[in-house]
């Protein structure tokens, strides 16, 4: 399998966090978003939708979005329970995170961190949105480990991805605890390093 | 079962069209956005991020995000294709849907429909990536019956929704003439009656 992706996509991320979990060997081959690499004829040949990341199977089918492509590759695996309702729990988790957190927390990370806006540049509407998101994580962690059904699943790999990466956002999880804190235990799961600034200080 | 819902939302509306179109009894709770019933407390405790449709289960289990709804009411049913590739697609799309599409022609909707904003007064980005995921939709159905794995699915359901009903949010279907008759088709597959204006001519 082949995974067309760029690193600075939490989206793609959370292909190569699920593979790697499940020791799937995935081959990456890097599409630059920031250079329109997603617009060339090329691209749109493989996913006509011109996002990353695309999944090109060795049998030369292709799947695209994050979430459909996490799906697929976990089923039957300990990242998605067996039980329809468990199951159908951590794909509300997944869409939840497609619509109402990945289009305000990582698009003002996008914002900053790659089109060089400010903190105080960003739309508020969609700070705001981002902030509301953030606690509505907390809220859920409250006397929880994981997001869905009582185990590490692929609700907490799809909400790290951008999650662990807030900061580059302008967003600041210091009073988030119990984020920070289920951050970790999902760093420690999928063997990441820790990511610099989660606690709403710069470490590096 | 019981669902809680407003029937101004096409979000809403699929999780009735596929619990229809598979002969599952569908009690209806209505929930008024426009009046905030989805912020009361009573309403949080059943979905805390405050979004309907919600599913109530005859066991008292809940379930939100309306494809996730969808997906698990037609777990083994005709509508979700059995292979785990076909099923993949199929989740694509409802990603999609959710992602590059409502976001845009739901919200112009809902700003025209029920906000009483002119054609004119609607977000210019957002139209722009509203024409784009009708534009994808057009493009999607050259030489397709159905956008998924050859047959009616859950795909067709979930895009049906808002799209039929575009032109409240002053999109025109008139250039589009493979997804008008994609939405006849779909209409015809779910019984309903066409929707009047989707030729870009209010027929009633």
Redesign the interface.
Known sequence: MKLYGDRISGNCLKVQYTADCLGLPLAWEDVDILKGETRTPDFLALN??G?VPVLL?DDG?T???????I??LA?GSVLLPDA??D???V??W???E???H??YVAVCRFHMHYQGKSAAGREPWRVARGEAALD?LE??LNGRDWLAAGRFSLADIALLAYTRLAHEGGFDLAPRPRVRAWIRRCEDRLGLAPAPAQNGNRMS
Chains 1, 2 share one sequence.
């Open positions: 006509p939708a996002q199977l089918r799947l695209a979005q994050s979430n459909a492509i799906d697929y089923t329809p309702y199951q159908a729990r794909r509300e997944l869409y939840w497609q619509y109402s990945e289009p509505h809220a859920a």
